[in-house]
């Protein structure tokens, strides 16, 4: 037996997009065959099974782990000064790959008498019991020997090599005729861990279908001038100097890098990376605890760098523009990006705050009192009471002025599971209300800015 390769997914994949491994067995054309997939958590434990068909056009095993390995990675949120652990942000996993199909004993040798029965030797060594029930099928489909195909019980054996039958060596008329034994319930052989993939890893994100048709996962893990960040964000971002960004590194294991600063005054900053897991999330915003000062700078770049002193660039750079424009509202939304990334928005605008108050009410008895045989009632009695009342209050905010690519950029926020606003200094969990959105371009629409309706995720209690 043998089980080869036909297709898998990067080593350093998104885990919202297709995992596909394909596989190829020399047993797949045997009867009730299937493939047996075991996932395993890289050095732990077994997180799944699966028993596979293969496909009807060319017998290959195919499964897709997305569905399952999204289980295993999710969100940090970034509350750290610098760099930020985030070990569920990824997840490493090994399959290993097996088969199983209907246990099938072969025999070529001729048949022979024992007693008033037929005895069968096998190819190779049989676990029959006496008592078993068999399904024999011979090669030319019982014509020579009718009464020697179908279900019969084993009433004897002799050793692993050989076994008997109850059908009558009277009724044989040829003994050369080769065949087949199984059990009648078929039973299957089942062989595990054939063959065993190189552990991989998944991260937290999705990439576009007409870019994951050309995806490459070792350009994020930060060894080239061109490798990329786990982010979509736009390579040149305008930020207010309180704006919060943090890009999520595919920082290969090392605890050797840096995340390294270039302001607009050629000054250069930087801070250590020391965690040691596959992925990193770090602070690029103006506002980090390096000496950069976002007031005194029109720009600065940010890129990932080797040890000191040399700090050999390791990535892409990306340029961000200090945003200086008058404005009367301090609002800014953090939101979680499609690879894993926090980028922000600021809301510089007019501010719009809304709210809906929501009712049940209910008739009930006013119970009232007696009076000098007169009924009456108090004047704090109710005959219709309010019950679960709620105050739904709702932000309409709007961006200042912005480029083609943070428009599009935009899209992300709408449609994010995980936003926050940050009202004064503090972040607080909302949900944007918008459920559309448009991607203007410069070419029809110089000017393009953004409106959109939020909620606290945390609504304001009333008592009584």
């Not at 019982?142 to 009724?171: I, K, M």
């Not at 786990?230 to 040149?236: A, C, I």
């Amino acid at each position: 037996m043998a089980i080869t390769l036909i297709a898998a997914p990067d080593n350093f994949s998104p885990a919202y997009n297709h995992l596909k491994h394909i596989y190829d067995s020399t047993n797949k054309n045997l009867d009730g065959f299937r493939y047996v997939f075991d996932v395993y958590q890289t050095g732990g434990s077994k997180i799944a099974e699966y028993r596979v068909l293969p496909r009807i056009t060319d017998g290959y095993g195919e499964i897709d782990l997305s569905r399952l390995l999204q289980n295993y990675v999710t969100y940090v949120y970034p509350n750290g000064t610098n760099e930020i652990a985030v070990a569920n942000s990824a997840y490493q996993y090994t399959l290993k790959i097996g088969e199983e199909y209907v246990t099938t004993f072969s025999y070529t040798a001729s048949v022979v008498q024992d007693g008033i029965y037929v005895e069968i030797t096998p190819t190779v060594a049989h676990s029959f019991v006496v008592g078993d029930r068999v399904v024999i099928t011979q090669a030319d489909g019982g014509a020579a020997n009718p009464n020697l195909e179908g279900l019969f019980t084993v009433t004897a054996v002799n050793g692993t090599t050989s076994f008997t039958v109850n059908s009558l060596w009277s009724e044989v008329t040829d003994a050369t005729i080769n065949g087949s034994v199984r059990y009648s319930d078929n039973r299957k052989t089942v062989t595990r861990d054939i063959r065993t993939e190189t552990a991989a890893w998944v991260y937290d994100g999705a990439i576009k279908p007409q870019d994951f048709r050309s995806y490459d996962g070792s350009v994020y893990l930060l060894n080239a001038v061109t490798d990329k960040f786990l982010t979509t964000m736009p390579r040149e971002m305008w930020i207010t100097p309180t704006q919060d960004l943090f890009v999520l590194t595919g920082n290969n294991n090392v605890t050797t890098g840096n995340i390294r600063f270039q302001d607009s005054n050629g000054s250069f900053f930087n801070y250590n990376i020391t965690n040691n897991d596959v992925v990193t999330l770090c602070n690029v915003g103006a506002n980090n605890a390096t000496a950069l000062n976002p007031n005194t700078i029109d720009y600065y770049d940010f890129w990932f760098a080797g040890a000191s002193p040399t700090f050999t660039q390791q990535s892409e750079k990306i340029r961000v523009y200090i945003d200086k424009r008058c404005k009367i509202n301090d609002y800014e939304i953090l939101f979680y990006d499609r690879l894993g990334s926090w980028g922000s928005f600021a809301f510089q605008l007019k501010d719009y705050k809304r709210g809906t108050v929501t009712k049940e009410v209910y008739s009930q008895d006013i119970v009232g009192y007696v009076d000098s045989t007169q009924w009456k009632f108090w004047e704090y009695e109710y005959g219709n009471r309010v019950v679960f009342p709620a105050i739904d209050e709702t932000l309409e905010l709007n961006t200042n002025w912005m480029t083609e690519d943070m428009a599009e950029y935009f899209a992300e926020l709408v449609s994010s599971p995980q936003t926050y606003i940050k009202i004064g200094s503090t972040y607080l969990a909302c949900i944007v209300q918008d459920t559309s959105y448009e991607i203007e371009r410069q070419r029809n629409k110089n000017l393009i800015r953004k409106t959109i309706t939020v909620k606290l995720a945390n609504q304001t209690p009333i008592n009584g």
